[in-house]
């Protein structure tokens, strides 16, 4: 039998964008066919009894991607053999890479060395990162170079391909992040699951992502003291860890927000859920800073399919997971007032969000189904 490694860094219990898409995928698939090398992680342990992959944890992270350092150097060496046991274990034919780097180059390590054929997912912020680097640059060529197929998640990232790094375009196919839409349900306002999540009587704006500076957390907390006057009782929510926390923190302090802001950086797959179904608007305010965009944004998807109304920041794909105007807005977000201008609007009509709403669920269920997705995804990699 023909089996297929798949190589990420990310993946639960690490939360983020292309980890959930693959093990939302890869969970799908005949277990049978398909190994999975993923990175060590807190709670890896007792999240890895849940379930019935065929998992191996390895040592994914580094701090240098480039082969020029000794640290590097070493990274690559030390994932190259503990992969080359598990493709010699496991029977490998074909390797799946989570990103360019790291993954991207190991494949292209194997099929350089052992003609063994590898697809490599891209997902836009990876390649715009390593454009800033001459070495990584020329990595990333290489690995575009030689990969039968690459998967990007949104025509916005398949033209950076094109346009910017000269992908051979015969090789490229879009494949978005999908959603569960059997989990990710709309519900009835519950006053008491909003207890439970600290939002009691709160008009709830939510934010699910890392907290780095492109997901623009920062803008929409600058954009509350507008928003507060129109809407007193408003509560931004935001939901995930990352280096940028100490900074919002501070600035919530400043603004003196301390009521309006809620941090919730550990929440339950279940509370992640409920608070999806319990906000009233979903807002990624997300911008381009450097190189560095947002590839598509699984969290929008998420969001619409609860029948949540959503808006985003006009970076890299977001604007492919919505009908624009329809379920959902583009606002410049790299300034609060037009974030503040278009959540006030909809707040005044409140018939516009359920509509929204509504429409934003059928979207979702009609063309971003995870089924949908795996179906798609299968004819790819065959």
């Keep these: ?5 798949l190589i990420s860094e990310i993946f639960p219990p690490i939360n983020g964008g292309s980890g959930r898409w ?3 995928l890869y969970t799908r698939l005949p277990s049978s ?6 990175g060590k992680t807190e709670g890896d342990k007792a999240f890895d009894k849940t379930h019935d992959l065929n998992i191996h944890r390895l040592e994914l992270s580094s701090p240098s991607w480039g082969i020029k350092s ?16 598990l493709i010699k274990q496991e029977k490998i034919s074909t390797i799946h890479c989570g990103r360019c780097l790291p993954e991207g180059f190991i494949g292209y390590l194997f099929y350089k060395m052992f003609n063994i054929p590898y697809i490599c997912y891209i997902h836009g912020e990876d390649v715009e ?6 070495e990584l640059s020329w990595i990333v060529k290489k690995v575009l170079a ?18 910017n790094w000269q992908a051979d375009s015969r090789i490229i196919k879009i494949l978005n992040p999908g959603c569960d839409t059997n989990k990710f349900i709309p519900a009835e306002p519950n006053e008491h699951i909003k207890s439970k999540l600290g939002w009691h009587n709160k008009k709830v704006i939510l934010t699910v992502g890392r907290l780095q500076e492109r997901k623009g957390q920062d803008m929409l907390i600058r954009a509350i003291p507008a928003i507060k006057q129109f809407t007193p ?3 931004y929510a935001i939901i995930g860890g990352g280096e940028e926390k100490l900074k919002l923190e501070q600035l919530v302090n400043e603004l003196n927000l301390q009521d309006n802001v809620m941090f919730m950086s550990e929440v339950s797959d279940e509370e992640m859920i409920q608070a999806y179904q319990q906000c009233d608007l979903f807002v990624l305010p997300n911008r381009t800073v ?22 985003a920041g006009d970076s890299g794909g977001t604007a492919e997971t919505m009908v624009i105007g329809k379920t959902g807005f583009i606002v410049d977000c790299t300034e609060p007032q037009p974030i503040a201008n278009k959540i006030i609007e909809l707040f005044k009509h409140p018939d516009i969000i359920e509509q929204l709403g509504n429409n934003g669920r059928k979207h979702v269920v009609k063309t971003l189904d995870w089924q949908a997705h795996k179906n798609k995804a299968e004819k790819l990699f065959s």
């Design 1 to 5: 039998m023909n089996k297929s490694l």
């Design 22 to 24: 693959f093990w939302e």
């Design 33 to 38: 066919e398909y190994v999975i090398a993923v």
């Design 70 to 85: 000794l640290s590097g150097l070493k990274f690559y060496w030390r994932v190259f053999n503990q992969v080359r046991k």
């Design 129 to 134: 990162a390593a454009s800033t680097s001459r």
């Design 146 to 163: 030689s990969a039968t197929t690459l998967i990007c998640n949104s025509q916005n990232t398949a033209n950076l391909l094109l346009n």
């Design 233 to 235: 009782n408003i509560l």
């Design 290 to 311: 450097g190189k560095d965009i947002e590839g598509f944004g699984m969290v929008l998807v998420e969001a619409q399919s609860c029948g949540i109304p959503v808006i």
